[in-house]
């Protein structure tokens, strides 16, 4: 059912772990739902130096967070804010149309972290999709 | 090294090599459609009536009285249905329970949605219905009781000489859905006063396609398949002459070691399931303890875990099993057993069903153990809904 891409991701996923005083924190999702998605950046001059995750969820939730940290990686927040989930679930070869909605928690909780940068920064938070918008632009093209 | 650890012996066991033997010939040789009249297909109606008689010594009724199907499902369908439409004019409810399988629930919805008044009874934290609550919801109107005989999750055992009982004195059909039990536990309709009960081969190594619907003889119930007069009128098709002979052979087979296989899966079972307490911290079990449960059945949630990564990471390893997480049905809920008994959604999401068969031995318990215990420390590291229950633990 899964790519071997979104496997590797699942069995080896990238950033891992935690960054102790993250310069932003995002977390998105909700037990109920069966995902929580949580993002650490550090931002140096604009640019997302270091970032990890930790995911409570299914494998597709763990790839998609695993492959939207290596594809922010190294970005300014500009770029980084830009990631749709379209292009996680492109570069894990595609997600099965029920797991979507995973690519779209990588989405948000990226938003999350650079928005909560933002804040802490005495910036205006960006302004945000909710997920069912995004999830309802996303079922168009299936639909 | 390529494992190959099957522990998903409550979806399906294989088709024993013994009975794909004694099924083989009513492909090939002994192909004749059990309706025609010339003596070519005595063979098969013969064959065909063992089976029959094979069934009902297991169960322990008339050979009449057994009915073969295509399944398990159509068996509840037909138990449902058969009785909703030829009762109607008599009353309009059903009791069922909340931990039903979807082909009983399902049927029930459908029901519903025509007019019948289904209600569907709780359950304990073990996953028991409690008779008092039978009791109460028995009104006059009441056609059926449709309580399941063991659950496929969490391997629970109902009461089912009591519900028997009950019904038996307020003159209510009561059927059973065995599908889980059926040769694998001792069934008995007469002693447990069961009216109607659904099972299939394919849980107890027989083959795939092919189910019964044992119906008491006096019990009104009307015809859920319609076309010719095969089964004495009441189950329309050509018969499934082979899975019909493998269905018998199979129950026959499975049956006559039921005690002591019985007593050695539950050993291995014990030794999972002791494991899984002693090596994973805040593993907890779901469904009844020890006898209260089917041997082959162990159900976990291990809190900060998501079902279908434990199976990934099992599959990796070569194990088969199963969850009640939403992520692997295909839905966003999780499993309807696992909310009745009342888990929270985090519990829920993270359950794990291991069932274990003939095959299963206790290197693969041991190994399994192993695996699942890396995985599960490996995966609530990375977990942040692991992080939040360690820190309410340290907080209450």
Request: net charge negative; aromatic share 6%; glycine share 8%.
């Given at each position: 059912?899964?790519?071997?891409?979104?496997?590797?991701?699942?069995?080896?996923?990238?950033?891992?772990g935690?960054?102790?005083?993250?310069?932003g924190?995002g977390?998105?999702?909700?037990?109920?739902?069966?995902?929580?998605?949580?993002?650490f950046?550090?931002?140096?001059?604009?640019?997302?130096?270091?970032?990890?995750?930790?995911?409570?969820?299914?494998?597709s939730?763990?790839?998609s967070?695993?492959?939207?940290?290596?594809l922010v990686?190294?970005?300014?927040?500009?770029?980084?804010?830009?990631?749709?989930?379209?292009?996680?679930?492109?570069?894990?070869?595609?997600l099965?149309?029920?797991?979507?909605?995973?690519?779209?928690?990588?989405e948000?909780?990226i938003h999350?972290a650079?928005?909560d940068?933002?804040?802490?920064?005495g910036?205006?938070p960006w302004?945000?999709?909710?997920?069912?918008?995004?999830?309802?632009?996303?079922?168009?093209?299936?639909? | 090294?390529?494992?190959?650890?099957?522990?998903?012996?409550?979806?399906?066991?294989?088709?024993?090599?013994?009975i794909?033997e004694a099924m083989?010939?009513?492909?090939?040789?002994?192909?004749?459609?059990?309706?025609?009249?010339?003596?070519f297909?005595?063979?098969?109606?013969?064959?065909?009536q063992?089976?029959?008689?094979?069934?009902?010594?297991?169960?322990?009724c008339?050979?009449?009285?057994?009915?073969f199907?295509?399944?398990?499902?159509?068996?509840?369908?037909w138990?449902?249905?058969?009785?909703?439409?030829?009762?109607?004019?008599?009353?309009?409810?059903?009791?069922?329970t909340?931990?039903?399988?979807?082909a009983?629930?399902h049927?029930?919805?459908?029901?519903?949605?025509?007019?019948?008044?289904?209600?569907?009874?709780?359950v304990?934290?073990?996953?028991?219905?409690?008779?008092?609550q039978?009791?109460?919801?028995?009104?006059?109107e009441?056609?059926?009781?449709?309580?399941?005989?063991?659950?496929?999750?969490?391997g629970t055992?109902?009461?089912?000489?009591?519900?028997?009982?009950?019904?038996?004195?307020r003159g209510?059909i009561f059927?059973?859905?065995?599908?889980?039990?059926?040769a694998h536990?001792p069934?008995?309709?007469?002693?447990?006063?069961?009216?109607?009960?659904s099972?299939?081969?394919?849980?107890?190594?027989?083959p795939?396609?092919?189910?019964?619907?044992?119906?008491?003889?006096g019990?009104?119930?009307?015809?859920?398949?319609?076309?010719?007069?095969?089964?004495?009128?009441?189950?329309?098709?050509?018969e499934?002459?082979?899975g019909?002979v493998?269905?018998?052979?199979?129950?026959?087979r499975?049956?006559?070691?039921?005690?002591?296989e019985?007593k050695?899966?539950?050993a291995l079972?014990?030794?999972?399931?002791?494991?899984?307490?002693?090596?994973?911290?805040?593993a907890?079990?779901?469904?009844?303890?020890?006898?209260?449960?089917l041997?082959?059945?162990?159900?976990?949630?291990l809190?900060?875990?998501?079902?279908?990564?434990?199976?990934?990471d099992?599959?990796?390893?070569?194990?088969s099993?199963?969850?009640?997480?939403?992520?692997?049905?295909?839905?966003?809920?999780?499993?309807?057993?696992?909310m009745a008994?009342?888990l929270?959604?985090?519990?829920?999401?993270?359950?794990?069903?291991?069932?274990?068969?003939?095959?299963?031995?206790q290197e693969?318990?041991d190994?399994?153990?192993?695996?699942?215990?890396?995985s599960?420390?490996?995966?609530?590291?990375m977990?942040?809904?692991?992080?939040?229950?360690?820190?309410?633990?340290?907080?209450?």
């Open positions: 059912m899964y790519s071997q891409t979104v496997m590797e991701h699942f069995t080896n996923p990238r950033n891992v935690e960054i102790p005083d993250a310069d924190v977390q998105v999702g909700n037990p109920k739902c069966g995902d929580i998605m949580k993002i950046i550090r931002v140096t001059d604009n640019v997302i130096t270091d970032i990890k995750f930790k995911t409570f969820g299914c494998a939730a763990i790839a967070s695993s492959m939207a940290t290596e990686l190294g970005k300014t927040l500009e770029e980084a804010w830009k990631l749709t989930n379209t292009a996680v679930a492109e570069a894990l070869d595609g099965p149309p029920i797991k979507m909605h995973c690519s779209v928690l990588a948000e909780c999350a650079i928005n940068y933002r804040r802490k920064q910036f205006e302004a945000e999709k909710t997920h069912d918008e995004l999830v309802d632009e996303h079922s168009h093209h299936h639909h | 090294m390529t494992k190959n650890v099957y522990l998903d012996f409550a979806a399906t066991t294989f088709t024993h090599p013994q794909v083989l010939p009513y492909f090939t040789e002994s192909f004749g459609n059990p309706s025609s009249i010339y003596s297909s005595d063979r098969n109606r013969a064959a065909i063992k089976a029959r008689e094979q069934a009902a010594a297991v169960l322990n008339a050979p009449a009285e057994i009915f199907t295509s399944s398990g499902t159509e068996a509840d369908n138990a449902l249905q058969g009785v909703a439409w030829s009762h109607e004019n008599k009353g309009r409810r059903i009791i069922t909340k931990i039903e399988h979807h009983v629930l049927t029930g919805h459908f029901l519903a949605e025509r007019g019948f008044d289904v209600v569907y009874l709780d304990d934290a073990e996953g028991k219905i409690s008779l008092d039978l009791k109460k919801a028995m009104t006059k009441t056609i059926l009781v449709s309580v399941m005989f063991a659950n496929n999750e969490i055992i109902q009461p089912i000489a009591e519900i028997g009982e009950l019904c038996r004195e209510v059927h059973t859905d065995a599908v889980q039990a059926a536990v069934i008995d309709v007469q002693a447990m006063k069961i009216d109607m009960l099972m299939s081969a394919h849980k107890f190594y027989g795939k396609g092919v189910g019964v619907l044992y119906i008491r003889k019990t009104k119930v009307g015809n859920f398949m319609h076309g010719g007069a095969q089964e004495k009128g009441r189950r329309a098709s050509t499934n002459v082979a019909i493998g269905l018998g052979a199979a129950i026959e499975t049956a006559s070691h039921m005690n002591e019985g050695r899966v539950a079972r014990d030794r999972l399931i002791a494991g899984v307490m002693d090596r994973i911290p805040h907890k079990l779901n469904g009844a303890p020890g006898a209260g449960r041997p082959n059945n162990a159900n976990f949630s809190i900060g875990l998501e079902g279908e990564t434990m199976l990934m099992l599959n990796a390893a070569g194990i099993a199963s969850t009640g997480s939403a992520c692997s049905s295909g839905s966003l809920d999780p499993s309807h057993v696992l008994i009342g929270s959604h985090e519990l829920a999401h993270g359950s794990l069903r291991l069932t274990l068969g003939e095959t299963t031995t693969d318990i190994y399994v153990l192993d695996t699942l215990v890396k599960v420390a490996r995966r609530r590291e977990s942040p809904l692991w992080e939040d229950y360690l820190a309410g633990l340290k907080k209450a």
